[in-house]
């Protein structure tokens, strides 16, 4: 079993800063990937960023230049750094992860259970 425990989201005035933590547990082989995606009310689930086991990343583009994701690979976590937050950036942000939990097994998305992450006007 793999778990993904989120932690870091609430209530924060525009302009003010949160950070998102996501700790992958269980059985797990390799991670090959790790990122954030958010949903709002009413929309799709999207892609926020997202950070390669060798660190390679990619930001949606209302966020690049904003928000920073990173990684600490001994621990199994993600980060995501949200500076300068927005009303727009309202939403539940979950965590993903792409890995192999067991060495005989393909590649499998797992999802955290998600944050709400809510910026006032």
């Known amino acids: 079993q793999v778990q993904l425990v989120e932690s870091g989201g609430g209530l924060v005035q525009a302009g003010g800063s949160l950070r998102l933590s996501c700790a992958a547990s269980?059985?797990?082989?390799?991670?090959?990937?790790m990122g954030w995606y958010r949903q709002a009310p009413g929309k799709q689930r999207e892609l926020v960023a997202r950070?390669?086991?060798?660190?390679?990343?990619n930001y949606a583009d209302s966020v690049k230049g904003r928000f920073t994701i990173s990684r600490d690979n001994a621990k199994n976590t993600v980060y995501l750094q949200m500076p300068s937050l927005k009303p727009e950036d309202t939403a539940v942000y979950y965590c993903?992860?792409?890995?192999?939990?067991?060495?005989?097994?393909?590649?499998?998305?797992?999802w955290g259970q998600g944050t709400q992450v809510t910026v006032s006007s």
């Open positions: 269980g059985r797990i082989f390799r991670i090959n990937a």
């Open positions: 950070i390669t086991s060798t660190g390679s990343t």
């Open positions: 993903n992860a792409d890995l192999v939990s067991s060495r005989w097994l393909p590649s499998y998305d797992y």
